[in-house]
């Protein structure tokens, strides 16, 4: 892990200029820098200096130090010499998924089926490891299809780790002041306040939805019953009518059993009561053994599209790390968090 000095990431992004942004959000700013020996990042620096995106800052700074997975965005390093600390995390160049899901105007080809497929298996496995592999459980707290970005081979990357909570040992729940994105929110989380692993499997769920209807999770200009997708695709699979609602382009590519299987376990994963969803790990396997039993060819072959678009996709300014609709502080503390902030900042003076 780097500890840079303010001066290092200044001259990597031009003095932090508008050119230089790949990403707003109301909690800060993203820009492409790049380092004296080549090597491009992502720099995320606050829009405003306050206790709350402080405690944000180093909340996300802490939790990345503790994760090392091909599919969780890597914090590359840190500088504590700002009030709200500067986070220098790995470049990843082809946008969000949600960019790949809903923004065709541009010109961007849909995904084929195989790749939305592995893109749902790897940011599955990634959160399987956050809550049961990492040194200590991680809820994410802000799944959604913006938080997952690409890389130049549509490699997942779980991103935006600001919201996200450590679970203490021995506990299966945190309790916190509600924060989320509508659309993705567990209600379950929404009603009593009690986040546990099982919201992030709710949010999970919308992700596959939107990655199968290619439907955005709030639409007010569709009809009332049509406007939140997780409720309107539930109704429709249990009106036996679930094709109605995919994506034109995925029914002809996936085997119908394949896209019963996944429509199926995106309702598991919506069920309205925490404790009858899956766990992320067995989303996973299920992912995965669709993946195994559904190979067939495909109209368009996925390792050519990778190297016919990886050229060609820009990288426009997104929301890279988008405040969350719902955003109210945390009254749950950490000891283990407060403990590792002290060391970062002995090592921070030590290394000036």
């Given amino acids: 892990m780097n500890i840079f000095r303010v001066e290092e990431l200044k001259e990597a992004t031009d003095n932090f200029a508008e050119s230089k942004v790949i990403g707003k959000g109301g909690n800060g700013t993203v820009y492409k820098g790049t380092l004296k020996d080549n ?11 306050d206790e709350g995106q ?18 969780v965005v890597q914090l590359i ?21 949600h ?30 490891y956050l809550h049961t592999d990492a040194r200590m459980s991680i809820i994410h707290r802000d799944v959604k ?30 309790v916190t002041l509600v924060q989320g994105t509508f659309g993705y929110l567990d209600p379950e989380y929404f009603h009593t306040g009690q986040l546990t692993d099982r919201s992030d499997v709710y949010s999970f769920g919308v992700v596959l939805a939107e990655l199968l209807t290619g439907q955005q999770p709030l639409n007010m200009e569709r009809c009332p019953k049509e406007r939140n997708l997780a409720t309107y695709f539930l109704n429709v699979v249990k009106e036996n009518n679930f094709l109605d609602i995919l994506e034109q382009g995925v029914v002809k590519e996936a085997p119908y059993e394949q896209l019963k ?17 899956p766990s992320m790990k067995e989303v996973t396997m299920e992912l995965d053994t669709m993946r195994k039993s559904g190979k067939h060819t495909n109209w368009v072959n996925e390792d050519n599209y990778e ?26 503390g950490d000891t283990s968090i407060s403990s590792e902030i002290e060391d970062m900042m002995l090592s921070s003076r030590s290394a000036r």
């Avoid at 944000?56 to 599919?71: D, R, S």
């Avoid at 960019?99 to 399987?128: M, Q, V």
């Avoid at 935006?160 to 203490?168: E, H, I, T």
């Fill in 39 to 49: 090597r491009f990042v992502a720099i995320k620096k606050s829009q405003k200096v």
């Fill in 54 to 71: 402080r405690e944000e800052f180093i909340n996300e700074m802490v939790i990345l130090t503790q994760i090392n997975h091909t599919n």
């Fill in 77 to 97: 390093g840190f500088c504590l010499e700002t009030e709200v600390p500067l986070l220098a995390y790995e470049y990843v160049s082809n946008n969000t998924l």
């Fill in 99 to 128: 960019y790949h899901i809903h923004n065709r105007k541009n010109g961007t080809r849909r995904l084929p089926w195989d790749t939305c497929l592995r893109i749902a298996h790897e940011s599955a496995g990634a959160l399987a």
């Fill in 145 to 174: 299809s913006t938080n997952i970005l690409l890389d130049e081979k549509f490699t997942a990357k779980i991103a935006d780790f600001g919201a996200s909570r450590l679970v203490p040992l021995g506990h299966d729940e945190v």
């Fill in 261 to 277: 299987a996944i429509s199926d376990l995106v309702c598991r994963c919506l069920n309205q009561v925490g404790g009858n969803r």
């Fill in 307 to 332: 190297d016919n678009n990886a050229l060609t996709i820009k990288m426009e300014p997104i929301n890279f790390y988008t405040i969350p609709l719902m955003h109210m502080s945390d009254t749950s």
